[in-house]
């Protein structure tokens, strides 16, 4: 499976972005996908994750409230919409699919299968 990021920028503190990641093989919407971020110097840690088709969604405690995990499986996409953005958000954002029911869901190695990044920059 392929995944394919986009969405990324540079924004203010207390302002927006959607990310998007566009997952080539339609299987893997239907088991879990996950969110995943990693600074400079710090461990990939898991941000959000969606399984069982969108009808289940997970979130770290430091993004829970201001974060929302979604998918279209019409348009094979899983969606991160991040809302009151702190610089301490800095980091690349990747999406991961792969995980198996049981697995958790925000522990990167949960995932075999990986995009290759988009940016996300808080000022």
């Known amino acids: 499976v392929q995944l394919v990021e986009s969405g990324g920028g540079s924004v203010q503190a207390g302002g927006s972005l959607k990310l998007s990641c566009v997952v080539s093989e339609y299987a893997y919407m239907r088991h879990c996908l996950g969110w995943f971020r990693q600074a400079p110097g710090k461990e990939r840690e898991g941000v959000a994750a969606?399984?069982?088709?969108?009808?289940?969604?997970i979130y770290a405690a430091s993004v829970r409230g201001r974060f929302s995990v979604s998918q279209d499986s019409a348009k094979n996409t899983v969606y991160l919409q991040m809302n009151s953005l702190k610089p301490e958000d800095t980091a690349m954002y990747y999406c991961?699919?792969?995980?198996?029911?049981?697995?958790?869901?925000?522990?990167?190695?949960?995932?075999?299968?990986w995009g290759q990044g988009t940016q996300v920059t808080v000022s």
């Open positions: 969606t399984s069982f088709g969108g009808r289940s969604t």
């Open positions: 991961a699919a792969g995980c198996r029911v049981g697995d958790p869901p925000l522990d990167r190695r949960s995932y075999t299968s």
